[in-house]
Nanobody, 125 residues
Framework: QAHFVESGGGLVQPGGSLRLSCEIS????????IGWFRQAPGKEREGVSC????????YYVASAEGRFTISWDNVRNTLYLQMSSLTPEDSGIYYC??????????????????WGQGTQVTVSS
């Protein structure tokens, strides 16, 4: 069974940067997509960025485009999310997740099957 451990969250000032990590063990061999999601208080969980095995490029929510970069380290079995130019609207709990079937809507949380426990990101002065 897959085990996801997120880290790298914390408190950062607006305009700052953070790099999130998601170390995966017992990885399921049948995954087709892996990504980052976030949930702010009182809001629904939303997709931030994902990588799909069959696609040549990564996906980003519009608000993250140009500021966030997703990457995968095959040696460490770790998914990263490099975030820069952070704003208070980026605050929330960030989760990594993986999908067994290729998500029809790439950033739709309901189409992902395996989830980590999350790491808190707070952007505040």
């Amino acid at each position: 069974q897959a085990h996801f451990v997120e880290s790298g969250g914390g408190l950062v000032q607006p305009g700052g940067s953070l790099r999130l990590s998601c170390e995966i063990s017992g990885f399921p061999l049948d995954y087709t997509a892996i990504g980052w999601f976030r949930q702010a208080p009182g809001k629904e969980r939303e997709g931030v960025s994902c990588m799909v095995g069959s696609d040549a490029y990564s996906y980003y929510v519009a608000s993250a485009e140009g500021r966030f970069t997703i990457s995968w380290d095959n040696v460490r079995n770790t998914l990263y999310l490099q975030m820069s130019s952070l704003t208070p609207e980026d605050s929330g709990i960030y989760y990594c997740a993986a999908a067994r079937q290729t998500p029809h809507f790439r950033l739709e949380p309901s189409q992902y099957d395996y989830w980590g426990q999350g790491t808190q990101v707070t952007v505040s002065s």
